[in-house]
């Protein structure tokens, strides 16, 4: 009897430890559950993300290629802002010198209206309807 005693009590040390190594085990397992769902689904995320990514960069660089064919001159994502610029001023520049031609013209054309009136009223002055040229 005392010697089942003894071999129970040793089994129910050896049981005590094996149970709490049982308990670490399980401890150190519970936060990797579900671990490789969790990965499978970041996976995706980042694919769906690549995806997005890739497509955005795709239309960017369609308009840039657009911009490319309205400026006639290379614009890439690192030029974009001086390219505009050169062509701002250029614009400018082309504007006003288009203004300028513009208020010559309307004051030669002002000049002309004189002109034809003074060549009306001498026509008049003179009397005569039925001039020939």
Known sequence: ME???QENEANHGQYL???KLLKENSNQRKPLEGAEGLLENARKQAL???KIEHRKRDELEKELARWTGALGEQVTFENFMSV???KREKFKDLSDGLG????EFKKLNGILASKKKELEDSISKLGSPR???
Do not use: G, M, P, R
Not at 100 to 103: G, L, P, S, T, Y
């Open 3 to 5: 010697k089942t005693l």
């Open 17 to 19: 430890k094996l149970e």
């Open 48 to 50: 769906q993300f690549e």
């Open 84 to 86: 505009i610029q050169s």
């Open 100 to 103: 300028a031609n513009v208020d």
């Open 131 to 133: 001039l020939k040229w």
